[in-house]
């Protein structure tokens, strides 16, 4: 009897009265079907019709209805309840309730009605104790089913459980009925009925926010915690950041350490700011890129260069004189050998001249300044040289000796002489 009067249109008439009569038909993309309540192709309890599905992490309360006066008429595939008011009365209504963390996007349901059942429709919802309307609709009353969807999206996010509550009115009719239709309905219209479902995003708490009193807060300073938390859940604690090492702490956040200076790893981003510690090189290092290098080899470099800094040289100290290059290192000359100054230890190996002899002519390491000795005064020299302990007496007998020499010498040629003179 609910359904006296239905009229089958043809599908192209169907699309265009369904174009011109639905109301938002147009979703939110990235909203989703929290909960549903489709009528199965079976009778339903109409006093307690639980969700036919759920939305992870969704709960829902079963379909009831309340009211003196309003009764439920049981036909397969459809939820539907008669002794609708004329004129809208609060205390008659279809409740369902949605249970989680949810930022809100629609009510969508297929209404079927005609001219002799109610043409009106309110929601409201417990977020005000139901004292204003959150959408309405209207229904042609052709015969025919109709998809609607009810913009709920006023509500927000919300946490915990949220009630909705439908008051159909508007007809004089005996027994105006409400139809609210599944796929299976009798004389469906062939459009994709599917009950009504509560549409909406599951909100959850995002990056470096926990649950405290079923509410996303962010985090304290310093500390962290992953995406995804539900607030309809048990509350959720963020963890302490850590710094590793070569970092330092600062604003509660951890940042790496300036080139040149280095951290150990554990500072706690919440216990306030910290500095890292300047390399400083050792002795023979020099900076280069922050980093202290070894000097090369022959160079120096005192201790203390700061590797946060500019770069930094090693310098060479030149070999002093008789000395030499082995191995870039000034090293002393062998004995009886000699070098100028100024050799450079940082590159290749020198070596040491040997020292000329005392007296030598030019070309042989002499002056060339020396007139030549001649044999006797050599004798004369050796004589003196040679008397050794003998002191000045011996030296007296060798130029005695010599003198005597010498007289005998004389005479014997002023003797040959007279001869030759006589004869």
């Known amino acids: 009897m609910a359904y006296t009067g239905r009229v089958q249109l043809p599908r192209l008439l169907l699309g265009v009265t369904i174009l011109a009569t639905t109301l938002c038909v147009s979703l939110n993309a990235r909203a989703d079907i929290l909960a549903e309540w489709n009528p199965p192709n079976s009778d339903l309890q109409e006093t307690n019709f639980p969700a036919t599905s759920l939305g992870n992490g969704i709960n829902a309360t079963a379909m009831t209805y309340a009211g003196n006066g309003l009764a439920p008429i049981v036909i397969t595939g459809s939820y539907a309840i008669r002794g609708w008011p004329v004129t809208q009365d609060l205390t008659k209504y279809v409740e369902f309730s949605v249970i989680g963390s949810i930022d809100f996007a629609s009510v969508d349901f297929t209404w079927w009605s005609n001219r002799n059942y109610p043409p009106a429709v309110d929601l409201r919802s417990n977020a005000d104790n139901y ?55 009798p004389a469906a219209s062939g459009m994709n009925n599917f009950g009504l479902r509560v549409i909406g995003v599951r909100s959850l708490c995002a990056l470096d926010q926990h649950v405290s009193a079923r509410t996303c807060v962010a985090c304290a300073p310093g500390t962290v915690r992953p995406a995804g938390d539900d607030p309809s859940g048990a509350d959720t604690v963020c963890t302490k950041t850590i710094c590793a090492a070569n970092q330092s702490v600062s604003s509660y956040v951890c940042v790496a350490c300036a080139p040149g200076s280095t ?49 930094t040289k090693c310098s060479t100290t030149p070999c002093a004189e008789n000395q030499h290059v082995s191995s870039n290192a000034c090293v002393a000359c062998a004995p009886g050998t000699t070098r100028v100054a100024g050799d450079d230890p940082s590159g290749a190996d020198t070596a040491c001249s040997a020292v000329p002899p005392a007296g030598t002519p030019a070309g042989d390491g002499g002056t060339g300044d020396e007139a030549p000795a001649s044999s006797g005064d050599a004798a004369s020299e050796s004589g003196c040289s040679a008397s050794g302990g003998g002191g000045s007496f011996g030296g007296l007998l060798s130029l005695l000796g010599l003198v005597l020499l010498r007289l005998r010498g004389v005479r014997r040629r002023a003797t040959s002489a007279a001869t030759r003179s006589l004869t």
């Open 131 to 185: 004292a204003s309307s959150l959408s309405s609709a209207t229904h042609p009353q052709d015969s025919m089913d109709h998809n609607y969807s009810l913009d709920v999206s006023a509500l927000g996010t919300r946490v915990g459980v949220t009630t909705f509550r439908m008051y159909f009115y508007g007809s004089a009719f005996v027994t105006p009925t409400s139809y609210i239709q599944g796929p299976y309905a």
């Open 263 to 311: 951290r150990p790893t554990g500072d706690d981003a919440t216990a306030g700011d910290t500095a890292c510690i300047p390399t400083i090189c050792a002795e023979d290092q020099r900076v280069s890129k922050h980093a202290c290098v070894g000097c090369a080899p022959g160079s120096k470099r005192p201790a203390g260069d700061d590797a946060t800094g500019a770069d």
